[in-house]
C-alpha cells in the first residue's frame, strides 16, 4: 500500500488566518482525495484533488474555502481560509493507485482554531 | 439519499471475547464495501469486500458481504486490548472517482 505523509501534523491557529496542509504519496497514485473529520463523527469527503486541473468538490465545500492543488501525481496541497472555530477538525488526505483499488490515508492533521 | 448504517455504535467487552460489528448500506450505485480500524487520527485498511458470500480473513479478523441483503460483518476473535479503536465501514457508491461514504463507526473498548 502507498505511504503517505500529511504536514503539519497539528497547528493552532487564529481565526480568520489560513493554513496549507501538504500531502505527499511514496509513489504515484491515480486519485488523491481529502476529507474531514469533525469530532465525535465519521469522514466526510471535501474533494477530489485532479492532477493539473481543478479540483472537484462535494456539496457544502467551495473553492473559496478550501482551495486544492495537485501538480503531479504524488502531491496535494489543502488550505483551510479564513478560518472560523466551526473548522476545528481533523483534516486527512487519502489516495488509491487505481479505479478498484482501496484507499489508504495519511496521519491527519489535527486543527484548532482559537 | 445514500446511507451508510453501523450498528452498535459502542461496545464495550473483556479480553478474549468474540465481536460481531454491522453495517448495513442503502446505495444507488454499489461498487465495494470497506473496514478501517482507526486508532488516533489515520484510519488504517482493513478489507475490501466486492462480492457476497466470500469471506476474508486476516489474523483474528473476518468479514463478508450480503448484496442480496445489503449489509457486510466484521467479526474479531479473541479480542485483545490492541483491538481497541473506532472501526469504520465504508462503501465506494459512485462510478467515477470512486470516493468513500462512510458510516459513523462502532468505538470498540476491549476491556482487560
Known amino acids: 500500500s502507498a505511504v503517505i505523509s500529511q504536514k503539519p501534523s497539528r497547528d493552532i491557529c487564529q481565526r480568520g488566518t489560513s493554513l496549507t496542509i501538504q500531502c505527499q504519496v511514496d509513489?504515484?497514485?491515480?486519485?488523491m482525495f481529502w476529507y474531514r473529520q469533525q469530532p465525535g463523527q465519521s469522514l466526510t469527503l471535501i474533494a477530489t484533488?485532479?492532477?493539473?486541473?481543478?479540483?472537484?468538490?462535494e456539496s457544502g465545500f467551495v473553492i473559496d474555502k478550501f482551495p486544492i492543488s495537485r501538480p503531479n501525481l504524488t502531491f496535494s496541497t489543502l488550505t483551510v481560509s479564513n478560518m472560523s472555530p466551526e473548522d476545528s477538525s481533523i483534516y486527512l488526505c487519502?489516495?488509491?493507485?487505481?479505479?478498484?483499488?482501496?484507499?489508504?490515508f495519511g496521519d491527519g492533521t489535527r486543527l484548532s482554531i482559537l | 439519499e445514500d446511507k451508510v448504517v453501523q450498528s452498535p455504535l459502542s461496545l464495550v467487552v473483556h479480553e478474549g471475547d468474540t465481536v460481531t460489528l454491522n453495517c448495513s448500506y442503502e446505495?444507488?450505485?454499489?461498487?465495494?464495501l470497506l473496514w478501517y480500524k482507526q486508532e488516533k487520527k489515520a484510519p488504517t485498511f482493513l478489507f475490501m469486500l466486492?462480492?457476497?458470500?466470500i469471506e476474508k480473513k486476516s489474523g483474528r479478523l473476518s468479514s463478508i458481504l450480503d448484496k442480496k441483503e445489503l449489509f457486510s460483518i466484521l467479526n474479531i476473535t479473541a479480542t485483545q486490548t490492541g483491538d481497541s479503536a473506532i472501526y469504520l465501514c465504508?462503501?465506494?457508491?459512485?462510478?467515477?472517482?470512486?470516493?468513500?461514504?462512510f458510516g459513523t463507526g462502532t468505538r470498540l473498548t476491549v476491556i482487560p
Open positions: 487519502s489516495a488509491k493507485r487505481g479505479l478498484d483499488q482501496p484507499q489508504h
Open positions: 509513489s504515484q497514485v491515480t486519485m
Open positions: 484533488a485532479n492532477q493539473g486541473s481543478e479540483a472537484t468538490y
Open positions: 446505495v444507488t450505485n454499489f461498487r465495494s
Open positions: 466486492t462480492s457476497s458470500g
Open positions: 465504508a462503501v465506494v457508491v459512485r462510478s467515477g472517482a470512486n470516493n468513500l461514504f
